[in-house]
């Protein structure tokens, strides 16, 4: 279970994708130890700071977990209208994608709530953000959650809101990194506790599929891109790995 003194207390609160960041082969091979898990039998509640992060940080297990019949929601807390603050309407178009993403996923039903907290302020909405997420979240849920130091503000205060609702609700709750793959290093994670979901070749290529509606996140042509190649390889391992 979740043990808060396993995490490093490296902030870095840094977002710059321009720089390469920690080679992936790093990961890999600290992973590689990681033991297996996959969610019990019932829902799963992914819970995303802002739409694409539940489909880079569990995309595959959204695919999988809706193929083998678990009721699967997604909810977004913002609509990441902060990114991409040169498109007309940066919310309606993340929104977009995240359904083109949602339906790439699964063509079972995957339910899907939009919070609608302003990007970059989450932190000043935190009781609306619980009280939706506690109103969301069914009896026997696994919730996958940000990871509360991922270097980005909104990660980390969804991530603490969904650790206490987790906590409340005696509810096993999972974490996953976006920007730590990039900005950490393995060494500052040795007590950490991570486990790995294998994906099938469909949830690989589902995931794929998915994570190209975000057009607007792999513009090559906004520079530096939100989500450059060298960070998109952290999203397209064979397995997601998850905090326990
Ligand atoms: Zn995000």
């Not at 396993?6 to 082969?25: C, E, K, M, Q, Y």
């Not at 709530?113 to 849920?141: C, M, Q, W, Y």
């Not at 990660?155 to 603490?160: D, F, G, L, P």
């Amino acid at each position: 279970m979740f043990n808060h003194k396993a995490i490093p207390p490296l902030r870095p609160h840094v977002l710059d994708s321009s720089n390469l960041g920690t080679p992936d082969s790093f990961w890999q091979a600290e992973l590689s130890t990681a033991p297996d898990w996959s969610p019990p039998a019932g829902p799963v509640v992914v819970v995303a700071a802002h739409p694409d992060d539940e489909t880079f940080g569990a995309g595959g297990l959204i695919h999988m977990c809706a193929r083998a019949g678990h009721a699967v929601t997604v909810i977004t807390v913002t609509d990441g209208e902060g990114a991409r603050t040169d498109l007309p309407e940066p919310g309606v178009t993340r929104r977009r994608e995240l359904r083109a993403a949602l339906s790439c996923l699964s063509d079972r039903y995957i339910q899907w709530h939009r919070l609608g907290i302003p990007d970059g302020n989450v932190v000043g909405h935190e009781s609306f953000v619980e009280r939706a997420i506690k109103t969301r979240l069914p009896a026997e849920a696994t919730l996958i959650a940000p990871f509360e130091h991922d270097g980005h503000p909104d990660h980390e205060a969804v991530s603490r809101i969904c650790i206490g609702v987790a906590r409340r609700r005696a509810a096993t709750v999972l974490r996953y990194p976006i920007w730590a793959w990039h900005h950490f290093s393995p060494t500052a994670w040795r007590n950490t506790e991570f486990v790995r979901f294998e994906l099938s070749a469909e949830a690989q290529l589902a995931k794929a599929r998915a994570i190209r509606c975000f057009a607007s996140q792999l513009d090559a042509s906004f520079s530096p891109a939100v989500m450059p190649p060298h960070v998109l390889g952290y999203f397209t391992r064979p397995y997601e790995a998850f905090l326990t």
